[in-house]
């Protein structure tokens, strides 16, 4: 099975940048396309970002766009999320996740265990 392990979280001032990574394993990681969701507390999770591996058309949900950026590192297996202007609002758990790619993502097959973004006004 393909194994998600996220890192990078931590507690910040809005208007920080933080880099969250998700390092995949497993024998078939790379045929699965990658996102980010998150989940803040009493709400649902939601889609951030999702990129393929070989770094085709990334795209990001409208709350994000323009301050977020999720890239692709072949050499370490690793789907990172890069987070500029931070505001209070992004402060949530985040959660690496694997599926088939299509554009609602509303399949996944493979969850991280998520990593918290905490962000204090």
């Known amino acids: 099975q393909v194994q998600l392990v996220e890192s990078g979280g931590g507690l910040v001032q809005a208007g920080d940048s933080l880099r969250l990574s998700c390092a995949a394993s497993?024998?078939?990681?790379?045929?699965?396309?990658m996102a980010w969701f998150r989940q803040a507390p009493g709400k649902e999770r939601e889609f951030v970002a999702a990129i393929t591996w070989s770094g085709v058309k990334p795209y990001y949900a409208d709350s994000v766009k323009g301050r977020f950026t999720i890239s692709i590192n072949n050499a370490k297996n690793t789907v990172d999320l890069q987070m500029n202007s931070l505001k209070p609002e992004d402060t949530a758990v985040y959660y690496c996740?694997?599926?088939?790619?299509?554009?609602?993502?509303?399949?996944?097959?493979?969850w991280g265990q998520g990593t918290q973004v905490t962000v204090s006004s």
């Open positions: 497993g024998r078939t990681f790379s045929s699965y396309a």
């Open positions: 996740a694997a599926g088939p790619g299509d554009m609602s993502w509303s399949e996944v097959d493979y």
